[in-house]
């Protein structure tokens, strides 16, 4: 069968819409993770005794393993088929929840966090890849449209859900509810999902070039962590951050030479691929801006309890989802640029306006505005980046994406940290105004780039056929 005849087949798999809901489901609670934790820090702390370092870990820790592995995920499902891969994630991320929810130690809560990363680094690009493959042309960008919106909305439900849970039956539940969850949708996955073609035949994966991507990843993840606490200027945070990028350097030297490359060099630097890890990396650095200055300013400065905190999170979650569903449904008529550009915008404009005036009514209403705008980048991101990719390289390219999706989070808290840092300490606001400023500045210069680098009309997969092969 050709690429071209695995395509049609699978986009006219009549599960496919099925699948995409419970892939979309098992991605909800990946990067629901990230933010459902935040809230339910200070009882997890109280009750396990953990120190502020402690705390610190179990937030990074999922981070750290998440984006540090999230290449190999992705090829490893090129190489072994991507089903297998998905339902091994699925099922680490569902025993490390369990594990973590039950943890009676710092040391058990950030091993079982470690864990979760782990899953979730093969579950992510894999799930991914399928949704590439299962789809074509407009159906593509509708599915993408539906990932994005349910990915997005992920991280501002986090925040409501994680505030319901630890007021109701406790901080274990905000890890124990991704139990059942898990559990149902492995067997429906099992059963609906097809056992679509490996592409690995005699090729090995590259476990060299593999544990140099993860420990360049989490060396730069670590990076921004520290900037964020200690500054930029601090040694700890330059060795860190020159380390990582060392590590890209042997990379490139590493994969020139192997005979059997993680990534080809050629897909990193193909101009749609480039251009939409562009525009997720900042996207995800601007939504991360959006939490960490939203709930630290709400509960601080505004006084509101961490209930409250997450229902006015709701707006910001119902106008990312519209966002990215508008996205998926236009973007085949406007194109990638100019709703890049425009979502670029929109975000800006919505960000600067608590700089200039902050309530909670103008926050909540403006940063949903700008949250709309975000909403799109997610799609136009995605679009860009993977509709033109090969099948056989759709999971080494949905784990580049989703490896600048992890590291565009941790750039954004440690940049949001350093700017709004006398806000932090004392609960004033202009520290917040300052940090607000600089995210609408960091947009509308992005909307420039954007607009140079994202390509005017769709890059036919032939063009690059030679070179993936």
Request: glycine share 14%.
């Amino acid at each position: 069968m050709t690429t071209t005849d695995e395509a049609i087949t699978q986009s006219a798999d009549p599960r496919r819409w099925r699948l995409l809901g419970l892939l979309g489901l098992a991605q909800f609670m990946l990067i629901l993770d990230v933010t459902v934790v935040a809230i339910a820090l200070p009882h997890m702390g109280a009750d396990l005794g953990l120190g502020r370092d402690a705390l610190t870990w179990v937030v990074s820790a999922y981070t750290l393993a998440f984006g540090g592995l999230m290449l190999l995920g992705g090829r490893s499902a090129d190489l072994f088929g991507p089903k297998p891969v998905v339902l091994a994630g699925l099922t680490t991320f569902t025993v490390a929840s369990l594990a973590t929810g039950l943890a009676t130690s710092a040391e058990l809560a950030i091993g079982g966090r470690i864990a979760q990363g782990v899953g979730a680094a093969m579950l992510s690009p894999a799930a991914l890849s399928i949704v590439v493959r299962l789809f074509d042309d407009e159906e593509r960008n509708r599915a993408l449209g539906i990932w994005s919106a349910l990915g997005a909305g992920g991280a501002a439900i986090g925040v409501l859900l994680g505030g319901a849970l630890t007021a109701g039956p406790g901080w274990e539940w905000v890890f124990l509810i991704n139990v059942p969850v898990g559990m149902v949708v492995a067997i429906l996955l099992v059963r609906l999902l097809p056992q679509l073609p490996a592409w690995g035949g005699d090729v090995r994966l590259d476990l060299v070039g593999a544990l140099i991507v993860t420990a360049s990843t989490g060396l730069l993840i670590l990076g921004f962590i520290e900037a964020g606490d200690g500054g930029w200027t601090s040694p700890a945070t330059a060795a860190l951050l020159l380390a990582g990028i060392l590590g890209y350097a042997v990379l490139a030297g590493w994969l020139r030479r192997t005979r059997h490359p993680l990534i080809d060099p050629a897909l990193v630097i193909r101009r749609p691929v480039l251009s939409g890890t562009f525009v997720l990396f900042v996207g995800t650095g601007l939504m991360v801006a959006v939490f960490f200055l939203g709930t630290f300013y709400l509960q601080g400065a505004a006084g509101h309890g961490p209930l409250t905190t997450g229902l006015l999170f709701l707006p910001v979650a119902a106008a990312t989802m519209v966002g990215a569903q508008l996205a998926g449904r236009l973007i085949g008529r406007l194109g990638a640029r100019a709703l890049g550009v425009a979502g670029l915008l929109v975000a800006g404009a919505g960000l600067v306006v608590p700089a200039i005036s902050m309530s909670t009514p103008t926050t909540v209403v403006a940063v949903s505005v700008g949250s709309a705008g975000l909403g799109v980048l997610f799609v136009v991101a995605a679009a860009t980046a993977l509709s033109q990719v090969e099948p056989h390289l759709a999971g080494v390219a949905s784990g580049i994406l989703s490896t600048f999706h992890e590291l565009g989070a941790s750039l954004g808290a440690a940049v949001m940290s350093g700017v709004a840092a006398a806000s932090l300490v004392d609960g004033t606001t202009a520290g917040f105004e300052r940090a607000y400023l600089v995210a609408a500045v960091i947009a509308a210069l992005a909307a420039v780039l954007a607009g140079a680098i994202i390509p005017g009309r769709p890059v036919s997969p032939t063009t690059h056929q030679e070179t993936a092969s």
